[in-house]
């Protein structure tokens, strides 16, 4: 009797995959004869390649599978399908189509391909026309160089996929394009490819491409969207609440499913513990990278007057311009007539656009070229015949222009919108004074006297700088305040004066000697102002005498003799603070500041912006960005607090039947029945009620119908 042949493996691939795993040798003819089988499908498959070849699938697979076992043999397998996919990517069946793929990443996976050759592949074929593709290989491309760069950057292979991304952002295929930027953009936001090249190349392609939706793309890069507020809030909202699955875990029925889904919540709680704890890591906006920020904004700028598309894709050119004006300090006059034509209360998403002029202004533009802008947002917005609203808004754009270019205001016309300090509407006086206050600090001079408040310790000794100045300082600003802990020594005295000629002499000691020092300085300063003190009552006497033998008549020579005693004063006060600013660089050149001297530094400059009219220090630092909600923000009261919504609610009720439950009584001073009398009644003396209305066992009716019976039987 001849026995069946059971050897079912060359139908088997699945079981014949799990061998050759187990032991390659042994199985080394099977795989021979299925790669052989490979290359005969091969030829049959070329001929006509639009087709589905199942057994061709299952094939590619189980080689892809198990290549690692034979290197030798599968030397070429990975060049066969990258040419199918090259030469016929377009008309492959998609499910033929993925399944190249996949085997292509099975062997990328196992460092059987090379990186740069299949991501170049990859790269061409996102011209299919196959979205699920294209995701698939975006997700796989973004992995992969992620993990190639995850213990040290390749420099080498980033160059060169740099490089040949440069072109792909230039083909004629619009989702191939786009689908490039887009993998720039997730691999710079994930600090990978994060260099200047990958910006620029994004900057000098992407921002100029005749494809709308790369070109959209590329300049919200480089506005960076409020993407980390976004990823914030969504963290907050997904937050694992572990405490409540464990107490859900322990009160509810214990199921497998229920189990996993704990052990799924512990697992996001490490992780997110895990992520508070890391460093966070800053990545900040790609614009300022760009090598050639002015040839940037120059070609946008011409890009966008001959452009014809919708308002929006304009609104992110203005903006992109903007802020390429604004953080490198270009010079673009023509920008600013231009976007004078939207400064209008009625054009849409005005406030946007004054954002954009406040962007666009630093202090080395020029104040006769933004002036035209303040004059139309004036005469445009800040009129009476518009809303408060409009005319709050016009202001609060007008200060934002001018806190970064002050010399761009003119003296007649920040006195006329002085004015609107005492407007009926709050929103109009606050932000009216708002811009009082902003030129209190830079040019108080262009405001009317009694609009420059009292002045500061800050102001006075704030310089007016004229154009194109700037303000560089050789020490720490405030670094005074630290002379208090050293003992200051002046020996600007009159036997020293021909050696040391007036200057300050810092020794540091401990903290007892220096507490000495401060009190020695005190006293110093004491001793002067006694002695200005006296002087004073001297000069006081003298005039007393002087108006009585002369009538109130003064001499020239003592007018003189007056003048010179001011001027000596202030020629001592100046040369005691030379002294001190001579001290404290000194300080700081010799010392090394911690963080308490740096704290003692800020509470001393925030100290000099306050008065004793005003207590609230002023905002010194302007932002890099200017938000939209200093533009929009309005001062109003609300129309009906909760005062006058009560007085309306009291108004509404009278002459109005009571609300709730009314009284069927025809006579409301007779009684009540039982059962109304019964819902104010408390439960305890109610009990015995409601215990009667449960209903009896069946042992219960039977006892008392046996009581009953019984009763009766008496009776009778």
């Given at each position: ?18 061998l050759i795993k187990r032991d390659p040798e042994s199985y080394s003819d099977e795989f021979h004869i299925q790669y052989q089988h490979f290359l005969s499908l091969l ?44 030469n016929y990517a377009t008309v492959l069946d998609p499910a033929m189509r993925n399944c190249f ?616």
């Amino acid at each position: 009797m001849v026995r069946p042949n059971n050897n079912q493996l060359p139908e088997n691939l699945p079981q014949l995959q799990n061998l050759i795993k187990r032991d390659p040798e042994s199985y080394s003819d099977e795989f021979h004869i299925q790669y052989q089988h490979f290359l005969s499908l091969l030829e049959v498959f070329a001929l006509n390649p639009s087709e589905e070849n199942k057994s061709l699938d299952d094939t590619v697979m189980f080689i892809a599978q198990v290549a690692q076992c034979y290197p030798a043999a599968c030397e070429l397998f990975p060049k066969h399908l990258a040419d199918l996919l090259r030469n016929y990517a377009t008309v492959l069946d998609p499910a033929m189509r993925n399944c190249f793929v996949k085997a292509l990443i099975l062997l990328r996976n196992k460092n059987l391909v090379p990186a740069l050759d299949i991501l170049e592949l990859f790269f061409q074929l996102l011209r299919c026309p196959d979205k699920n593709l294209r995701t698939f290989l975006q997700a796989h491309i973004v992995t992969d160089i992620k993990n190639m760069n995850a213990k040290h950057k390749d420099m080498k292979l980033n160059s060169s996929l740099q490089n040949f991304m440069y072109s792909m952002l230039k083909d004629a295929n619009p989702k191939a394009a786009k689908m490039s930027v887009d993998i720039m953009i997730e691999l710079y936001k994930k600090n990978i490819w994060n260099d200047p090249k990958s910006v620029n190349v994004i900057a000098t392609v992407g921002c100029f491409s005749k494809v709308t939706k790369v070109l959209v793309t590329s300049l919200k890069f480089f506005l960076g969207h409020d993407d980390e507020d976004e990823e914030e809030d969504t963290e907050s909202e997904n937050e694992v609440d572990l405490k409540g699955a464990l107490l859900a875990n322990r009160v509810s029925k214990k199921t497998k499913k229920g189990q996993k889904q704990l052990q799924k919540i512990k697992k996001q709680a490490v992780k997110a513990q895990k992520k508070k704890k890391n460093a966070p890591a800053f990545n900040f906006s790609g614009i300022h990278l760009v090598h050639n920020p002015q040839g940037m904004a120059e070609g946008l700028f011409k890009q966008l007057q001959a452009t014809n598309e919708r308002f929006e894709v304009k609104l992110m050119h203005l903006d992109v311009i903007s802020r390429l004006i604004g953080i490198h300090e270009l010079f673009l006059f023509g920008y600013y007539p231009y976007i004078t034509r939207f400064l209008q209360p009625h054009q849409r998403q005005v406030t946007r656009v004054l954002q954009f002029a406040a962007q666009a202004s630093h202090e080395l533009v020029p104040g006769d070229i933004i002036e035209p802008i303040l004059k139309t947002i004036a005469n445009n917005f800040i009129t009476e015949r518009n809303s408060s609203d409009v005319m709050a808004i016009g202001l609060n754009a007008t200060r934002e222009i001018c806190m970064r270019c002050p010399l761009a205001m003119g003296e007649d016309l920040l006195q006329d919108l002085a004015m609107y300090k005492t407007y009926k509407e709050k929103s109009v006086m606050m932000a009216a004074r708002s811009l009082i206050t902003l030129y209190r600090e830079q040019l108080p001079a262009l405001l009317h006297k009694k609009d420059r408040g009292r002045q500061t310790e800050a102001q006075a000794e704030r310089k007016v700088r004229a154009y194109g100045e700037r303000e560089v300082h050789d020490t720490v600003l405030g670094a005074e305040a630290l002379l208090k802990d050293s003992k200051t020594i002046d020996i600007a005295s009159d036997e020293d004066s021909d050696s040391n000629d007036g200057q300050w002499v810092t020794v540091n000691h401990s903290d007892g000697e220096g507490a000495d020092g401060a009190d020695d300085d005190e006293e110093e300063e004491e001793d002067d102002d006694d002695n200005e003190e006296e002087d004073d009552e001297d000069n006081s006497d003298e005039g007393e005498e002087e108006e009585e033998d002369e009538s109130n008549a003064k001499d020239d020579g003592d007018a003189a003799n007056d003048e010179e005693a001011s001027k000596q004063k202030k020629e001592k006060k100046d040369l005691k603070i030379l002294n001190q600013k001579e001290a404290a660089q000194e300080l700081a050149l010799t010392r090394i500041f911690t963080d308490e001297d740096f704290k003692r530094i800020n509470a001393a400059n925030l100290k000099k912006t306050v008065t004793n009219s005003r207590k609230r220090p002023l905002e010194q630092d302007r932002a890099e960005f200017v938000k939209l909600n200093s533009i929009e923000m309005i001062f109003k009261k609300r129309k009906h607090d909760k005062e006058s919504r009560m007085e309306t609610v009291q108004a509404g009720r009278q002459d109005r039947e009571r609300f709730g439950w009314k009284d069927g009584r025809v006579n409301e001073h007779c009684s009540k029945t039982n059962s109304e009398k019964r819902k104010t009644k408390n439960f305890g003396m109610m009990r015995h009620k409601a215990r009667s209305k449960v209903k009896k066992s069946f042992r219960d009716k039977q006892l008392s119908l046996r009581k009953h019976l019984l009763h009766q039987k008496k009776m009778k």
